[in-house]
Antibody
Framework: QVQLVQSGAEVKKPGASVKVSCKAS????????IHWVRQAPGQGLEWMGW????????NFLQMLQGRVTMTRDTSITTVSLELNSLRFDDTAVYYC????????????WGQGTTVTVSS | QSALTQPASVSGSPGQSITISCTGT?????????VSWYQQHPGKAPKLFIS???NRPSGVSSRFSGSKSGNTASLTISGLQAEDEADYFC?????????FGGGTKLTV
């Protein structure tokens, strides 16, 4: 079946980096964009960016520019999100989600990865 | 502060109908028919319930419907059931990226 499976929870110190992976299966990987969306505790959803899994092109939320990297490896149908210079307010559940186009609905979601930034 | 404005909470009794609004601007909801709605139960990932303003993905109940007028999109749930109690988020394309509403907690 179509699914996105994410890597496990992470605990990091402020200033460190974190890398979260998202393994896709059950569909043609390069036919869909992958979005990253995060949700701070008790808060709403925040779109972080997308990656075109065919070309590798990316588009990020402006406030994250310079701290975020998204990559894909088509050989293992996996997308990765790396966030640098972590701050306490980066503590959140990070989701990857599939979209046919950048503007279409996100129809399949990963299970979420909790990233905790704590000293 | 979210780009799209939703009421923090709505409530209804089983069998009733409710509507959740999502207000944007002429640069997002008003400009594009790319409004989506997501349902999220506590501790779970969001689930797509409506795309492109009013399209229901396969498997989503016909009790859920979406619409748009001007800069405001709406999600209507008819025949409320206990299982509908959840958070609902709207999303719209803004011309360069998606944006989400702050979410609405539905209590049944």
């Amino acid at each position: 079946q179509v699914q996105l499976v994410q890597s496990g929870a992470e605990v990091k110190k402020p200033g460190a980096s974190v890398k979260v992976s998202c393994k896709a299966s059950g569909y043609t990987f390069t036919n869909y964009y992958i979005h990253w969306v995060r949700q701070a505790p008790g808060q709403g959803l925040e779109w972080m960016g997308w990656i075109n899994t065919n070309t590798g092109n990316t588009n990020f939320l402006q406030m994250l520019q310079g701290r975020v990297t998204m990559t894909r490896d088509t050989s293992i149908t996996t997308v990765s999100l790396e966030l640098n210079s972590l701050r306490f307010d980066d503590t959140a559940v990070y989701y990857c989600a599939r979209g046919w186009l950048p503007w279409s609905g996100m129809d399949v979601w990963g299970q979420g990865t909790t990233v905790t930034v704590s000293s | 502060q979210s780009a799209l404005t939703q009421p923090a909470s709505v409530s209804g009794s089983p069998g009733q109908s409710i509507t959740i609004s999502c207000t944007g601007t002429s640069s997002d909801i008003g400009a594009y028919n790319y409004v989506s709605w997501y349902q999220q139960h506590p501790g779970k990932a969001p689930k797509l319930f409506i795309s492109e303003v009013s399209n229901r993905p396969s498997g989503v109940s016909s009790r859920f419907s979406g619409s748009k007028s001007g800069n405001t999109a709406s999600l209507t749930i008819s025949g409320l059931q206990a299982e509908d109690e959840a958070d609902y988020f709207c999303s719209s394309y803004t011309g360069h990226s998606p944006a989400f509403g702050g979410g609405t907690k539905l209590t049944v």
